[in-house]
């Protein structure tokens, strides 16, 4: 079951730059090497990013950073950054319970983007810890899936659909203090909230402008 990531970047009207009729060269390898030592250096702050579609590649690689900075230590918090469209639903509720499994505390904070599934992602920071910059933006919707086959399969395959939107609304009521039935109206269709909007709906706990902001937190 998935949210439609590509489609969701067009409703927002992110524009990428045209890559004309020019191929890409191959990456070299110094390029490569560069950015993997980059990535250390950056998970040493304690910083984990979800700044792709959620795929299960994506997921395993966040179950590893969290387990490796969890074995540094189990009190330091770590904040996970969130610039996402969404994705493939069973590994954004599989990022949301390894978030919370890890011991250390977790800070959300978004970036950007933070669509569909990504958003079930961010509430898996530590209440009072879910945070979001200025500028950013949230958008919720039902989860849904394109199923073909058999009408016994097309209706187990619409059973599970049903459960997953149960779930989905449970944990964004849970969050914000509101009934479930009221967020399954409310995310019935896409659900748009600025970073203030989504701060007074409660999803957002505090909208921070720099990073002096988070370390007091």
Known sequence: MTWDPEEIRRRARLLDDDPGDEEEEPEEESTSEEEERLQEKVLKTRTVFVSEPISDELARKVY??????EDESREKPITVIINSPGGEADSGFGLYDMIRFVE????????GLCASAAVVIFLAGEKGSRLSLPNSRFMMHQPSSATFGQAS?????S??????RERYNQLVAEATGKDPIAVGNDVDRDFW????????????????????????S
Do not use: F, W
């Open 193 to 216: 909230l600025g970073a203030e909007e989504a701060r007074a709906y409660g999803l957002v706990d505090r909208i921070v402008v720099n990073r002096r902001e988070i370390d007091a």
């Open 104 to 111: 250390p505390p977790v800070r959300t904070l978004v970036a």
């Open 64 to 69: 590893q950073q969290l387990i490796v900075l």
């Open 153 to 157: 399969d097309l209706k187990i395959a």
């Open 159 to 164: 059973d599970e659909i049903v459960k997953l």
